[in-house]
């Protein structure tokens, strides 16, 4: 734990600097808001200066996907501590491929293939590959070492107890994977722009999140054309009853100054209907970027 002491000091430094008032995006995100008919939660800073706007922070967020982030972050660890390599084999078998979302079983059904670490990596990030997340956490020995590995570093109150075969049990598991939305802030903060993970682990998750090709209508659905963005979605099941626990974005916006604007955009429990959910997180983003871009 003490070898952890000084990054947990910066990563508190960085959550309480002063916030500027941003009175005019707060408004405008409360605006937006009010169409998700569900709970919003943002964070939002420019990682060069820590200039930071939250809204509604202190409340609970269902992850979903979005923990596919911490996950890839614990997996780069223990590559940079030697326990794994980038491009050692994983071998994969049908067992390990159930029926789920999943583009890995789509192209290899019968399982009994070798997969490097780095491709599963980009499988469960780019592609959200509910098979690949899987197989990392069995590799890791589950969902506490990535829980563990979060809050010895300082980001927290985060809460990762569920595997995507665990969510996809019992409706009311997926609640137990939650986090306010600073905590991805300081996350991507952490795992892209500090030391703690090796360049090279950075740029193999750098490289994922920029290829991401799931919910191209949430924060990147309002850039301007060429705007790059590396980020992670969350996508719950709806019920019958029309009620969707977890519409999520997080990621890194490259302003024009060349700056990055780490966001991360939750709505939960939301009775609307997909596009309107992706078209606030759309719209928050845009605000966000506009504002960031006057300053």
Known sequence: MRKHLPLAVFLLMFSIVAHAQHTSLRNEINRIAAASKGKVGVAVSLLETGDTLTYHNQDKY??????????????????????????????????????TYSPLRDLHP???????LRVLINYMIS?????????????????????DLLHSVGISPIAIKASEADMAAAWPVQYNNWCQPMTQVQ???????STFLSKSSRDCLAAALLATSTGPKRIK?????????MHKTGTSPTNDKGLTPA?????????????HLAVAIFITDSTA??????????????AAHDEFVRR
């Open 187 to 193: 996350l991507l903060k952490l795992a892209l722009t």
């Open 247 to 259: 519409t999520n974005d997080v990621g890194i916006i490259v302003l024009p100054n060349g700056r």
């Open 127 to 147: 592609l959200s590959d509910n098979n690949a997340c899987d197989i990392l956490l069995k590799q890791l020995g589950g969902t506490k070492l990535v829980e």
């Open 110 to 116: 019968d399982g009994n293939v070798d997969i490097p």
């Open 62 to 99: 269902v992850l979903h996907s979005v923990a596919k982030l911490a996950i890839a972050f614990a997996v780069l660890h223990e590559v940079d501590k030697g326990r794994f390599k980038l491009e050692q084999p994983i071998h994969i078998t049908k067992e390990d491929l159930p029926p």
């Open 273 to 286: 209907p997909s596009a309107t959910r992706d078209l606030v997180i759309a719209q928050i983003a845009k």
């Open 221 to 229: 659905g309002l850039m301007p054309l060429g705007t790059a963005v």
